[in-house]
């Protein structure tokens, strides 16, 4: 039985793939920091991939025979495909191996969500001060607090 052109395209991007994914890019290589300190980053790698395609055929007239219950003439038309695939890297840990120790320290996802909320309290803040002032035009400016 022949190979279906298929097999050859979804060899091609499976190939592509292990080229991009290997052991290397989930435990990447070591940094050595000038106290002999060696970081080993860890990352969490997902990948995927979809192909299809489809052979099609052409059913035509036969041009010579001008019979009107002549059978149609079945064309095979060249096959038809496509793939895809797609992959992500996300950093989880490091692994940090120095004074007699090994430390496995982890990368939290959610220190940005927590370092933009500290960034951005004070304007939250001036902005319902100048809430407030707008209600008291006039008033007593004793209670405002300025930040610096």
Same mark, same amino acid.
């Given at each position: 039985?022949?190979?279906?052109?298929?097999?050859?395209?979804?060899?091609?991007?499976?190939?592509?793939?292990?080229?991009?994914?290997?052991?290397?890019?989930?435990?990447?290589?070591?940094?050595?920091?000038?106290?002999?300190?060696?970081?080993?980053?860890?990352?969490?790698?997902?990948?995927? @991939? $979809?192909? *299809?395609? =489809?052979?099609?055929? #052409?059913?035509?007239?036969?041009?010579?025979?001008?019979?009107? +219950?002549?059978?149609?003439?079945?064309?095979?038309?060249? @096959? $038809?495909? *496509?793939? =895809?695939?797609?992959? #992500?890297?996300?950093?989880?840990?490091?692994?940090?191996?120095? +004074?007699?120790?090994?430390?496995?320290?982890?990368?939290?996802?959610?220190?940005?969500?927590?370092?933009?909320?500290?960034?951005?309290?004070?304007?939250?803040?001036?902005?319902?001060?100048?809430?407030?002032?707008?209600?008291?035009?006039?008033?007593?400016?004793?209670?405002?607090?300025?930040?610096?």
């Amino acid at each position: 039985m022949n190979d279906h052109p298929i097999e050859a395209l979804m060899k091609t991007t499976m190939e592509s793939i292990k080229e991009m994914v290997d052991v290397n890019t989930i435990v990447g290589d070591a940094v050595e920091t000038p106290d002999g300190t060696v970081i080993i980053p860890i990352s969490k790698v997902s990948f995927g @991939f $979809a192909s *299809g395609g =489809g052979d099609y055929i #052409s059913n035509t007239k036969p041009e010579n025979n001008k019979e009107e +219950n002549s059978e149609p003439k079945q064309e095979k038309l060249p @096959f $038809a495909g *496509g793939a =895809g695939a797609g992959v #992500s890297v996300q950093p989880v840990a490091f692994m940090v191996v120095g +004074n007699g120790q090994i430390k496995l320290m982890p990368v939290d996802q959610r220190a940005n969500m927590i370092d933009n909320l500290i960034n951005t309290t004070p304007k939250v803040i001036n902005s319902i001060q100048n809430m407030f002032n707008k209600k008291h035009k006039g008033n007593d400016q004793d209670h405002i607090i300025t930040y610096e």
